[in-house]
Structure formats: structure tokens, C-alpha cells
């Protein structure tokens, strides 16, 4: 089992910067998956950006350019930099992990509003 904890989420408007932060209960180890997903009311929960496995780093076209994921290993740690926010980005993000028999474990989810 692995818990996900995220915080930094919150009201900013258009043009404006947030940072998530996921914390995970244990460490993040090469072979799992981690990352952002986000969902609107009434859509299907969508990806936002992945460290994978493999040592990608992927990221949804909406949020290329503008968006950054990073971690720190040593806090078991992923973050996502959001810059230049739209009012499209509105949503409830949440944190994922897959580990390696394809377990997907998910955050809470933290509510990002931009609107002016």
C-alpha cells in the first residue's frame, strides 16, 4: 500500500503559478510510475504529466511549455510547477503512482481554480 498526500492547490488567476506537491509513504523507487492526473465534473480524469519507468518524462499537450514535473527522492516527493495558468486548467489534480505489478495508487486530489 502507498498513501499520497498532495497540497498546493488553491484559487490564482490567469497567468498566475501554483505548485502541487505529492508526498508518498514510502520511497519512489525507479521502477514504478508517478505523476498528475486531473479531472473535471463530468470528463474523464485526465493525464497531465509522468515520470515513467522507463525515464520518461511525459506531458499532456494542453500543459506542454508551461507545465513542469519534478521529484526529490531524498522526501519521496513529486511536484508539479504550473505556470502561465489558463481557466481551462481548473480542475481537481491528483497524484498517481503504478508500481511494478501495475498497482495505481491515487491521492485525495487538491482543487486548482484559475479564474480572474
Known amino acids: 500500500q502507498v498513501q499520497l498526500v498532495e497540497s498546493g492547490g488553491g484559487l490564482v488567476q490567469p497567468g498566475g503559478s501554483l505548485r502541487l506537491s505529492c508526498a508518498a509513504s514510502?520511497?519512489?523507487?525507479?521502477?514504478?510510475?508517478m505523476g498528475w492526473f486531473r479531472q473535471v465534473p463530468g470528463k474523464q480524469r485526465e493525464l497531465v504529466a509522468r515520470?515513467?519507468?522507463?525515464?520518461?518524462?511525459d506531458y499532456a499537450d494542453p500543459v506542454k511549455g508551461r507545465f513542469s514535473i519534478s521529484r526529490d527522492n531524498a522526501k519521496n516527493t513529486v511536484y508539479l510547477q504550473m505556470t502561465s495558468l489558463k481557466p481551462e486548467d481548473t480542475a481537481v489534480y491528483y497524484c498517481?503512482?503504478?508500481?511494478?505489478?501495475?498497482?495505481?495508487?491515487w491521492g485525495q486530489g487538491t482543487q486548482v481554480t484559475v479564474s480572474s
Open positions: 498517481w503512482l503504478s508500481d511494478r505489478s501495475f498497482h495505481n495508487y
Open positions: 514510502r520511497s519512489i523507487f525507479s521502477d514504478d510510475d
Open positions: 515520470f515513467t519507468s522507463g525515464g520518461r518524462i
